[in-house]
């Protein structure tokens, strides 16, 4: 079975600086997604970013890019410069065939 | 802007009633998920469909959930009788997915869900 796992349920950063989320994953499939999805105090759940595993290149959007090593199966989310808004839950996703696993998630505070 | 769509987005009820949340998927999207948001247990997937075939239903308890879809624009995850740890936020999220494995989900805003 796939399982997600984020290490770090919290963490704080101040506003500016960067941070690193970290996600590890278990599959057995050679191509899938993987996704960072981001839950704000309104709950609603937002797709920050996608990665293609078949892909070497690094995602990025915007401030946000990842860090994807396929072979330690290890996808880690980078915020460059944080902002007062990305003030939310993170959560790691891994879709199989007939499901989409979620990590706990990493309640990330940005500090003024 | 195409979005997935949920009703209701809070409901209150005594433990016993019947509880029907419904959502409408995105046009076009061919794959449906249901999740229950608990802070104890994070984001857990009751049910999962294909266009419009129940596949994976496994994390959902049989005795008193069920969720259907019963066309292409609408996906129902109803609780009877409903009790109060059935008490979270649940949401429908949509996707399309061209072959087998999924791509990514696209959520609705959630109903939260309390029974007294």
């Known amino acids: 079975a796939q399982t997600v796992t984020q290490s770090q349920p919290e963490m704080s950063v101040q506003e500016a600086e960067t941070v690193t989320l970290s996600c590890t994953y278990d599959?057995?499939?050679?191509?899938?997604?993987l996704f960072w999805y981001k839950q704000p105090p309104s709950r609603q759940m937002i797709l920050v970013i996608r990665q293609e595993a078949y892909k070497q290149q690094n995602a990025t959007e915007n401030r946000f890019s990842v860090n994807f090593q396929k072979a330690a199966k290890s996808f880690s989310l980078k915020i460059s410069d944080s902002q007062l808004g990305d003030t939310a839950m993170y959560f790691c996703?891994?879709?199989?065939?007939?499901?989409?696993?979620f990590g706990a998630g990493t309640r990330l505070t940005v500090k003024p | 802007d195409a979005r997935v769509t949920q009703t209701p987005r809070h409901k209150v009820t005594e433990m016993g009633q019947e509880v029907t949340m419904r959502c409408q998927p995105i046009?076009?999207?061919?794959?449906v998920f249901w999740y229950r948001q608990t802070m104890m247990q994070g984001l857990e997937l009751l049910a999962y469909?294909?266009?419009?075939?129940?596949?994976?239903d496994s994390g959902m308890p049989k005795d008193r959930f069920s969720a259907e879809m019963p066309d292409a624009t609408l996906a129902t995850l109803k609780i009877q009788p409903s009790e109060p740890r059935d008490s979270a936020v649940y949401f429908c999220?949509?996707?399309?997915?061209?072959?087998?494995?999924?791509?990514?989900?696209?959520f609705g805003q959630g109903t939260r869900l309390t029974v007294v």
């Open positions: 996703a891994f879709p199989a065939h007939n499901d989409m696993r």
């Open positions: 999220a949509s996707g399309f997915s061209p072959g087998i494995m999924n791509t990514e989900a696209f």
């Open positions: 469909f294909r266009n419009r075939a129940p596949l994976d």
């Open positions: 046009l076009g999207h061919n794959t």
């Open positions: 599959t057995s499939e050679s191509n899938y997604y």
